[in-house]
């Protein structure tokens, strides 16, 4: 169904799936075993079978069924559902409201699924009780003792994964061929099931004593300017799914013509793979590192201190806009927490009614009420407004149909209506006072699910966006840098430019500095990229070295032949994994 996502598909693939699949098939099912073969003669009534037979099939199906909805929704995530995921925490009313959208565009799933369904009923053999005899031996009820605890046994074996020390985690479907096809690995019952009862998102680790841990890495980041701070107006517009597969392409003519005026970096990369990483990392520098968001995590209430809370220190007016229905993944939580003065979503919206249907308002009129907000906020503001209309089913007005080119994949036609209401704002603000005293920073939150080159499908292509900054004010700030830029990095990178002194936890780098790292996650694998090199790291070891630059579908692993550079970046990495779990677990994201 998604052979375009992976590599080639191989044994090594197959076997890793075989083993995860067993391990969900017993751990879904050790109930019924125990229930079938526990010594006595009570088992074999005919009602009691009955309720085991409706019982497994409809406990099976409900895990079959996530099987099924990950065969559209790993194209959004590029990962496995978790619990956290499947259960869409944050995005209950939305995802009700795209439950039509989505059973009308992919309805061959649903048949799929329909048809495994009847299939799977009528496999399940019936038990034929009239042929148990009713007189059993002590000798038969220890043969039942024996069959009993050995299945008992092997089934706990198979759910362990073997007969190792710890059994088989997430994480270890990288050791099962090539790490684009770890997908293909796992299976969504295994992940629910794995993240099923986890409290904790993320473990402790100990690499390093403290000395050591500082002085290999710190994300303590200290400004101390010798300039006057500069009080501009600070804008961020966030970008739904305008990954790098999507700009420059025809789609966006404004942001490509914006990209020329800007401080653009061409090697910009998201922090995580969904919408619901990407605000914490931008707007406070935590990078999603475990397998739920920050958001959504058991974190979600740490202290942060991030842009919102220094700028209103520096006299700010602070706001957040996201035109979809309030508590949509939890942003209005995270904008409390965070110390946004105001949360603007669908609820305070006014103007022309343009619902689209299923997430919000459309980016068209909610960027022209967010442009007449920001005229009417006390000066100097702090504001960050994130699109939606880019998201799937990709609705655009009615009045725009066919105005658009369609592009070449779903999403793109919708890209280019957004990148249109961009216009219509940039031109909106223009006429502002305000406009040429304000500095604007574009970044898109994530990937679209899919581009149509080879390169997108990388694990370098599918984290790669546009970030970009943009003083209508300071001709200077303008040009193209070949930094490697994350996420993370914007919100030292705001404060650097404004002068402004501070201490503050980041994870991430000003644009000022000389290093040249960025730090992903996905699903067990630490992504680290350094100059021109790419690292991946996953199970407690290094699995790949690429050139990513100039190995840009990342054939060539170096990993045995360039052990060095290998050693140096492991270093690095653990200290920084380190670093960032001790903070999060231990509340210490604010000094």
Not at 92 to 98: F, K, M, P, R
Not at 143 to 167: D, E, M
Request: proline share 4%; with cysteine; net charge positive.
């Amino acid at each position: 169904m998604n052979l375009k996502l992976f590599e080639a598909f191989t044994f090594q693939n197959f076997l890793g799936g075989v083993l995860f699949d067993f391990a969900a098939i017993a751990y879904i099912n050790i109930i019924f075993m125990i229930a079938h073969l526990i010594p006595g003669k009570f088992k074999y009534k005919p009602r009691y079978q009955n309720i085991l037979k409706i019982s497994f099939y409809l406990v099976n199906l409900v895990f079959i069924a996530t099987n099924f909805i990950d065969i559209i929704y790993y194209r959004f995530t590029g990962r496995r559902s978790t619990f956290g995921m499947i259960t869409a925490k944050g995005m209950e009313q939305e995802a009700i409201g795209l439950i039509p959208s989505f059973l009308r565009d992919f309805w061959y799933i649903l048949l799929l699924f329909l048809i495994v369904s009847i299939l799977l009923w009528k496999l399940i053999p019936n038990l034929k009780t009239h042929l148990i005899h009713e007189k059993s031996t002590k000798k038969d009820y220890y043969k039942q003792v024996a069959y009993f605890v050995i299945s008992l046994i092997l089934i706990l074996i198979i759910g362990r994964g073997g007969l190792q020390k710890k059994p088989i985690k997430i994480v270890d479907a990288a050791k099962y061929g090539a790490l684009n096809n770890t997908g293909l690995v796992l299976n969504t019952p295994f992940c629910i099931l794995k993240t099923l009862f986890k409290k904790e998102d993320i473990d402790k680790t100990k690499y390093f004593d403290e000395k050591e841990l500082v002085s290999i890495y710190n994300p303590v980041i200290s400004l101390k300017p010798d300039q006057p701070t500069i009080k501009k107006n600070v804008v961020i517009l966030i970008l739904e799914s305008f990954g790098n597969e999507n700009i420059r392409r025809g789609q966006t003519p404004f942001l490509d013509s914006l990209i020329t005026k800007s401080y653009y970096f061409k090697n910009g990369f998201a922090n995580g793979k969904v919408s619901i990483d990407a605000v914490p990392s931008i707007l406070s520098s935590i990078p999603s590192l475990m397998n739920n968001s920050f958001i959504s995590s058991s974190y979600s209430l740490n202290k942060i201190n991030g842009l919102p809370k220094i700028l209103k220190k520096e006299g700010y007016n602070t706001s957040f806009f996201h035109g979809a229905f309030n508590g949509s993944q939890n942003f209005d939580q995270y904008a409390e927490v965070a110390g946004f003065d105001q949360y603007y979503g669908k609820d305070q919206y006014t103007g022309e009614d343009v619902f689209d249907g299923k997430w919000g308002i459309f980016d068209e009129e909610f960027l022209q009420f967010y442009a007449s907000k920001l005229t009417s906020f006390k000066k100097p503001f702090f504001s960050s407004l994130f699109t939606i209309s880019s998201h799937h089913p990709y609705t655009i007005p009615e009045k725009y149909k066919g105005k658009f080119p369609k592009g070449t994949t779903d999403i793109q036609e919708s890209i280019a209506y957004t990148d249109f209401a961009l216009r219509k704002f940039f031109n909106a603000a223009k006429k502002e006072s305000w406009y040429k005293n304000t500095l604007f920073v574009i970044s898109a939150d994530h990937t679209s699910s899919a581009g149509d080159k080879d390169i997108d499908k990388t694990n370098i292509g599918k984290f790669h966006i546009p970030i970009l900054f943009f003083d209508p004010s300071n001709p200077e700030l303008t040009g193209v840098s070949d930094k490697n830029f994350q996420q993370i990095d914007i919100m030292p990178s705001i404060l650097d430019y404004l002068n402004i002194k501070t201490d503050m936890v980041s994870f991430g780098k000003s644009y000022k500095s000389k290093e040249n790292f960025v730090v992903y996650y996905l699903q067990g694998t630490y992504h680290f990229i350094k100059d021109d090199y790419y690292l991946a790291f996953a199970n407690n070891q290094t699995i790949g070295l690429y050139k990513w630059k100039e190995d840009v579908l990342l054939k060539n692993n170096l990993m045995l032949q360039n052990k060095p550079k290998v050693k140096e970046y492991e270093k690095f990495l653990k200290a920084y994994i380190q670093s960032f779990n001790e903070r999060v677990i231990n509340n210490k994201l604010a000094i």
